[in-house]
């Protein structure tokens, strides 16, 4: 089944009891046992939920995964994957990694015994001189946020694999539209679906996937026991979203990779960060692994100052925390999504306090590029022009 089709049909379409055209919002904490004593399928909504498991069944098609888990949000999907892990385990991780993520590894790991290391993920060798007797698990986010760092996936995969270390990805930038990376030999794969599946700014979500029998049943233990699941309502706002993500998606591509190009141009703008830009740092890589440059983009003004400035003139995308909805968001991740990283690491990872994100939305991409062009004009100091692309 093509992508296109997979999208409507990939999971329960109908509903199998009355043959409405979107599966119903099961909205009950407990279902009525018939028989007594008798096992049935659904008994308690932390247990499990019609209306969850036609989403965790459409996720996991989506991502060619046998299984599929739907969470309160991207970071209950990340803690249940990475709170397994136990004491005197190690994990590597990428130094560009989601503040949120950093957060619960520096601050939970700790208080577990669990041991972490943070590379450089655009090396692959750093990702091998990182691994120890004790490391049990990989994590890899890629294109990362903010900075659309690029890791090999199927080279930290082999590396991996011939160690038997666990391999995890955060997914969420690509979605399961342009990066699957359960066929590039992932373990685990997760999105905050609050962001592109969902698509339109108004859930927090999160989905784990796995193909290994294993994994999936202690990620279903840990769903109950945690009680992190997706309520019945979210989860049928997920499956609807899920239904449009293409047609959204290639229209937020489209607009990302317009303005990328265009900013690049531009004299007051010291540095674009996008994957389909010529001159991207693993630019070949990424789209060996993925087929697009995605919706989001990062550029760096020189400033606060200027970054200040551009936020208080720019009419059209809203100034928030969170990307991948229908409309534009613009976001400052050194006070926002990385406002929990300690400010030198900050720095040296190159959040600095002129750095911008700006996920494209669905709106036309001449009126999001003038909207930024006027505001730039208000941007007083100039940046050195950029290295010339090829
Ligand atoms: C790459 C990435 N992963 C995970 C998360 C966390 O997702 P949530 O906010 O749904 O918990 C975010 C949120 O911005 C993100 O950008």
Not at 191 to 194: R, V
């Given at each position: ?8 049909h990939?999971?329960?379409l109908i509903?199998?009891y ?6 119903p919002?099961y ?5 009525h046992q018939s028989?007594?004593?008798e ?5 308690y909504?932390?247990?499990g939920n019609?209306?969850?498991k036609?989403?965790e069944e459409?996720?996991a098609s989506?991502?060619f995964?046998k299984y599929?888990?739907a ?9 249940a994957?990475l709170?397994?892990f136990?004491?005197?385990?190690h ?6 990694i989601y503040g ?6 520096t ?5 577990y015994?669990?041991?972490?290391t943070f ?6 060798s750093?990702?091998e001189?990182a ?10 986010e890629?294109?990362?946020?903010p900075?659309?760092?690029?890791t ?6 082999m590396m991996a694999?011939?160690r038997n270390?666990?391999t995890?990805i955060?997914n969420t930038f690509m979605?399961?539209?342009y990066?699957?990376?359960i066929?590039l030999g992932?373990d685990?794969?997760i999105?905050?679906?609050?962001k ?13 996937v796995t193909?290994d029998?294993?994994i999936?049943e202690?990620?279903?233990?840990t ?8 309520d019945?309502y979210?989860c049928?706002?997920v499956?609807r979203g899920?239904?449009?993500m293409?047609v ?6 489209e607009n990302?990779d317009f303005i990328?190009k265009?900013l690049?141009?531009h004299s ?7 994957p389909g830009l ?6 070949e890589l990424?789209f060996s ?5 995605g ?8 400033s606060?100052?200027n ?5 208080e003139?720019v009419t ?6 969170s ?10 991740p050194?006070t926002m ?6 400010e030198?690491e900050?720095?040296e990872l190159g959040?600095t306090?002129?750095l ?9 991409k001449?009126?999001?590029l003038?909207d930024?062009l006027r505001?730039?004009?208000h941007?007083i100091s ?5 290295k010339?692309i090829?």
């Open positions: 089944m093509e992508l296109d089709t997979k999208l409507i990939g999971g329960p509903d199998k009355t043959g409405s055209s979107s599966v919002i909205q009950a904490s407990t279902f028989q007594f004593a096992s049935q399928e659904f008994t909504t932390r247990f019609p209306t969850r036609a989403l459409t996720i989506l991502e995964a599929g888990y969470f309160s949000s991207g970071m209950a999907a990340i803690s994957v709170l397994n136990s004491h005197g385990d994990v590597v991780l990428p130094k560009d949120g993520a950093y957060q619960l590894v601050e939970m790991f700790p208080k015994g669990i041991e972490y590379v450089d993920e655009t090396n692959l750093s990702w001189k691994i120890k007797k004790n490391t049990r698990g990989i994590y890899i890629t294109p990362s946020n900075l659309l760092t690029i090999d996936i199927k080279g930290v995969v694999k011939q270390i666990l995890i955060d979605s399961p539209i990066q699957n990376p066929k992932v685990i794969v999105h905050s679906a609050t592109f599946i969902n698509g339109h700014s108004d859930v927090t979500a999160g989905l784990v193909n029998e294993e999936a202690t990620i279903y233990k769903q109950k026991m945690f009680g992190s699941m997706l019945p979210d049928w706002l499956l899920i239904k449009t293409k959204r998606m290639e229209k937020e591509v990302a990328a265009e690049q141009k007051k703008v010291k540095a674009v960060y996008y010529a001159n991207h740092k693993g630019k990424h692994q993925s087929s697009s440059g919706a989001v983009l990062t550029f760096d003004l020189g606060y100052e970054a200040k400035t551009l936020f003139n059209l995308p809203i100034v928030a925390v990307l991948g909805g229908v409309e534009s968001i613009l976001s400052y050194y999504s990385h406002a929990c990283v300690p030198k900050r720095l959040v306090n002129g911008i994100r700006l996920s494209c939305g669905i709106e036309d001449h009126d999001l003038n930024l505001a730039l004009d941007v100039e940046n050195r022009p950029q010339k090829i």
